[in-house]
């Protein structure tokens, strides 16, 4: 389908994925923190939850290319978007019957496993049907949608486990136990919301009494990828690597996700060792979120104004230094609640501009590819940097792990400032 087709008047398949992102966000950002607060009940110390969080994308890791390469072939993508939805699920709900520290990581290796098929599909689908001008309208909604979820996620977890911290192993595991089925629960959601257009895509375009803007907005998440005459051939992994500007956007990408990660598995385990309760974590953590959809908001007036590479410099840089600080001053929750916020709204600038940045550096039959090795890398930082930071975490605390965090976000704004200016 062409770009034609996907004007403002026929962006219904744009706000069916933000729909569907939300809810499955809503989910994991419920499921991930909690996981954290599963593990301290089965005893686990820092070192454990970064090999747990680096399990969660142990599969996406081997599996992102191939994913990738399937979307630029298949003819539709939204039922792939409610598999990724439906593994989202089952992820959770091992979760919930997990008894051991392996069992939890298993479990997080699904959960992992279902966000990247569904990301990877949404991602292909923006790529796929948005022209070259409003690739960060549509990534910067999508990745919006994301960051509701990041808001709700958190929020709902606190408000399940409640007020105590430091209260020892065993003492939440029916909190923790039932925030996984909802969880489960809130990911199934995605299904429902996909639906309609399945069924619009397969029997209703072909009424005669449909207007034929409603027929191209309801099949748009099921057309064929369009081709380009004469392509430049497949799109493997080194080829993409190749294009300039690509591992330099790769690693701000890496930077900027597994940063989020840490946050995520490590801040309840600073909070616990201060005696904030999860509830205040899961405030923390939505103020993070509410930054990063206030910033993506604003993402496409940004980016008309300001080159996208100072952008996502300013996006490292400030990322780096805001979310360095809230471990010194977390005694203080109101002014970790600021701090956290600010580092929201820096890094939620980053990751649409990646995929934008991305996405315009290879052939456009390229695209799904050119995404899926940005989330591979982004995956494959999702497994070491966790590993690294739960070993950095032994000896310095739980805080070090975010300083490590933090640390490579600015090491990648300062690679991005003395690289090519692409």
């Known amino acids: 389908m062409s770009s034609a087709s996907t004007g403002p008047r026929s962006q219904g398949w744009l706000w069916t994925l933000v729909v569907a992102g939300f809810f499955s966000q809503t989910a994991l950002n419920l499921v991930r923190p909690v996981t954290t607060y599963k593990l301290i009940d089965l005893g686990a110390d820092a070192t454990a939850v970064g090999l747990v969080t680096a399990a969660y994308a142990i599969l996406p890791v081997v599996s992102a290319m191939w994913l990738g390469r399937l979307t630029d072939r298949i003819p539709g993508l939204r039922v792939m978007v409610g598999i990724g939805a439906l593994v989202l699920a089952a992820g959770a709900a091992a979760l919930a019957l997990a008894g051991t520290i392996v069992w939890v990581a298993a479990a997080s290796a699904v959960l992992g496993m279902g966000h990247l098929i569904f990301t990877i599909a949404g991602q292909s689908a923006i790529a796929r049907f948005s022209p070259n001008d409003q690739l960060d309208r549509g990534f910067g909604w999508f990745t919006a949608a994301y960051a509701g979820g990041q808001i709700a996620g958190p929020l709902v977890a606190g408000l ?34 996909l639906l309609p257009g399945i069924i619009a895509s397969r029997g209703g375009t072909r009424g005669r009494g449909t207007a034929p803007g409603e027929r191209r907005r309801r099949a748009v998440l ?86 996208r590479r100072i952008l996502l410099m300013g996006s490292l840089y400030g990322a780096g230094i805001c979310l360095a600080v809230p471990a010194l001053v977390i005694d203080t929750p109101w002014a970790t609640l600021v701090l956290l916020f600010a580092g929201g709204i820096f890094l939620g600038l980053g990751q649409p501009l990646t995929m934008s940045l991305i996405s315009e550096s290879v052939p456009h039959s390229w695209r799904g590819s050119a995404l899926a090795v940005r989330l591979m890398g982004n995956r494959l930082g999702q497994v070491v940097m966790p590993l690294a930071a739960g070993l950095i975490a032994a000896p ?16 990648s704004g300062v690679q991005k400032s003395l690289g090519p200016a692409r």
């Open 396 to 411: 310095l605390g739980p805080a070090g792990a975010i300083w490590f965090g933090c640390a490579v976000l600015v090491g």
């Open 160 to 193: 399940l486990l409640g007020d105590g911290a430091g209260i020892g192993p065993g003492t939440r595991a029916e909190g923790t136990t039932f925030s996984m089925w909802l969880g489960a629960a809130l990911a199934l959601t995605v299904l429902p919301v």
């Open 222 to 307: 099921s057309a064929p990828a369009p081709q380009d005459d004469g392509g430049p051939g497949r799109p493997t992994m080194g080829a993409i690597l190749n294009r300039p500007g690509v591992r330099s956007n790769m690693l701000a990408s890496l930077a900027l996700l597994a940063m989020l990660d840490i946050l995520t598995a490590f801040l309840p385990l600073v909070g616990e060792a201060h005696g904030v309760s999860p509830a205040w974590i899961g405030m923390l953590l939505a103020a993070r979120g509410a930054g990063t959809i206030i910033s993506r908001g604003f993402l496409p007036y940004l980016s008309r104004r300001i080159a």
